[in-house]
């Protein structure tokens, strides 16, 4: 039996590269490739794929959001996020949505050809630093003062990501960001965010 395979990247030479390290996998046929997921979303029924390599980031519709879409109306199909984003937020954005795995694009492309059978079997396949970092969020404070939202800001702070881009990412306007600093500096009985991020991982609150 051949399993069907798709990939949504909009890098042409990646989406060509995966498209022959597939087709040259016993077993496996690269059934399509598009540029996003608006250019697949049509034939997504129609070429029955197993496994969809999906890239976070998309012109239009961006892969974290493809996903439940995809899951709607595919749910047959097992995704593997394909990317070169390793941030924490994204993970478990992406497991929590439905995917089954998710690699970062450097991954040894032994590795990839594995993670789509592994998927199949019901394996959870993850890149090693993506392994680490989800091992590293079960061994967190569980006595944390903080919130999770306030823990997911400050999660943000420590990526350096502005206050304008958390908001974005965390659906909530900019001032709502800024209350939530506040608390997280009372919490923490700290006045900067130089002392909440050495306080946060010291005491592993991120």
């Given amino acids: ?16 590269g995966f498209t022959y390290l ?33 890239d976070i980031e998309l012109p239009g519709i961006n892969g974290l959001d493809a996903i439940s879409r995809i899951k709607k109306k595919y749910p047959a199909a097992h995704i593997i996020i394909l990317t070169v984003y390793e941030n924490e937020q994204n993970i478990f954005k992406a497991l929590s949505l439905g995917a089954s795995g998710y690699l970062t694009k450097n ?21 090693a630093n993506v392994a680490k970092m989800v091992i590293q969020s079960f061994r967190k404070n569980s006595q944390s003062p903080l919130s999770k939202r306030e823990t ?5 702070i420590a990526e350096g990501k502005s206050r304008t881009r958390i908001a974005s990412e965390l659906f909530i306007d900019k001032e709502t960001v800024k ?24 005491d592993k609150l991120i």
């Fill in 1 to 16: 039996m051949v399993t069907r395979v798709i990939i949504i990247e909009d890098d042409q030479t990646i989406r060509e």
């Fill in 22 to 54: 597939v087709n040259l996998s016993d077993g496996l046929k690269m059934v399509n490739s598009y540029a996003s997921y608006e250019e697949a979303e049509p034939y997504l029924v129609s070429d029955f794929p197993d496994v969809i390599l999906l």
């Fill in 107 to 127: 991954t040894p492309s032994s590795k990839i050809i594995e993670s789509i059978t592994e998927v199949l079997q019901g394996g959870g396949p993850l890149s």
């Fill in 152 to 156: 997911q800001i400050l999660e943000g």
């Fill in 179 to 202: 209350t939530h600093i506040k608390n997280i500096y009372s919490k923490l009985d700290v006045n900067s965010k130089e002392e909440a991020l050495r306080i946060a991982r010291q």
